[in-house]
């Protein structure tokens, strides 16, 4: 099993361009989530979803849209990119609502 | 919404001494669990404490509980280079989604 992967691993943008991160997960788990970490932050939840075809909203939502058409996949949406969105961004996914997350491995971002 | 806060923020030990790193907590929790998270990596699992329980152990992690300071503690016992990373703990609200505490970067030196 792959767990859950990450794609693309480093990203770089320019302000006002747009992209899309995809998250795959293989096991089959109800509940995935977007994180961005930023030094001396720790890990903020961006957007969730609790099954396909449903999205919500975390923490830090802004700037960000999501789809989780299918089941295993959860894509994070950047529709004008700005400065302040260079992070790391993590997806990780679980199988209940508080059971343990499964992260993958993270992407990259700078925007310049 | 609550977060966990670890302590130290920071910890440097040699090789083969036990680490100790804390986090608190504000509100009532159904459960909290501990990452690791190696440099450039994503997080792991390390170990899950239901609010029942005062401790738990796994390997040479020793996780404890106490919901009435509202603080846990994480021990790594023997401590190896390969331990030096990050460590989080995340707290499980009732009503909130899981939220994670800015880590403790553990340095094992040589």
């Known amino acids: 099993n792959a767990g859950v992967t990450q794609t693309p691993k480093f990203r770089v943008l320019k302000t006002g361009q747009s992209m899309t991160l995809l998250c795959a997960q293989d096991?089959?788990?109800?509940?995935m989530y977007w994180y961005r970490q930023d030094p001396g932050m720790g890990l903020r939840l961006i957007h969730y979803?609790?099954?396909?075809?449903?999205?919500a909203k975390g923490e830090v939502p802004d700037g960000y849209n999501v789809s989780r058409l299918k089941k295993q996949n959860f894509l994070l949406g950047l529709e004008s990119a700005a400065p302040s969105q260079t992070s790391v961004y993590f997806c990780?996914?679980?199988?209940?609502?508080?059971?343990?997350?499964?992260f993958g491995p993270g992407t990259r971002l700078t925007v310049l | 919404s609550q977060q966990g806060e670890e302590d130290p923020q920071a910890l440097s030990i040699q090789e083969g001494e036990n680490a100790t790193m804390n986090c608190s907590y504000k509100?009532?929790?159904?459960?909290l669990q501990w990452y690791r998270q190696n440099s450039g990596r994503g997080l792991v699992h390390l170990i899950l404490?239901?609010?029942?329980?005062r401790e738990k152990h796994s390997g040479r992690l020793r996780v404890t509980l106490d919901t009435s300071k509202k603080s846990s503690s994480l021990l790594i016992t023997a401590s190896r280079a390969a331990d030096t990373a990050s460590y989080f703990c995340?707290?499980?609200?009732?009503?909130?989604?899981?939220?994670f505490g800015k880590g403790t970067r553990l340095h094992i030196l040589p």
């Open positions: 990780a996914s679980s199988y209940g609502d508080h059971n343990e997350q499964f």
């Open positions: 096991m089959n788990h109800e509940y």
């Open positions: 979803s609790v099954g396909e075809g449903t999205t």
């Open positions: 509100t009532s929790i159904n459960n």
């Open positions: 404490i239901r609010s029942n329980e």
């Open positions: 995340a707290t499980d609200a009732r009503d909130d989604k899981i939220i």
